[in-house]
């Protein structure tokens, strides 16, 4: 007979999972500058300034005359000639 125990197996410990781990990046995520802010006004911001419209059109009769139509926004001044009227429309 031997002298040597008996070794009884044990199990094998079971190690948890390690949870997932996301990839790096290849390059660095970097977000782009904002550019500078000019400190000049914009003169088209300005409510001072005026802006008008010219426009040619044609109208079925003979007429002579002139006439202005004023809205809340702007004034219309329309010179009518036979056939053809041409306005000029002014912001207030």
């Known amino acids: 007979m031997s002298t040597k125990k008996k070794q009884t197996e044990r199990p094998p410990i079971s190690t948890p999972p390690k949870p997932p781990v996301e990839p790096k990046p290849k390059y660095p995520?970097?977000?782009p500058p904002k550019p500078p802010v000019d400190n000049e006004p914009d003169p088209f911001d300005n409510k001072q300034v005026k802006s008008w419209?010219?426009?040619?059109g044609?109208?079925?009769?003979?007429?002579?005359?002139?006439?202005?139509?004023?809205?809340?926004?702007?004034?219309?001044?329309?010179?009518?000639l036979p056939f053809i009227d041409f306005a000029l429309e002014i912001d207030n």
Do not use: A, M
């Open 58 to 80: 044609i109208y079925p009769g003979i007429l002579f005359g002139i006439r202005t139509y004023e809205e809340v926004d702007f004034k219309t001044h329309v010179l009518y």
């Open 29 to 31: 995520i970097v977000t």
């Open 53 to 56: 419209t010219f426009s040619i």
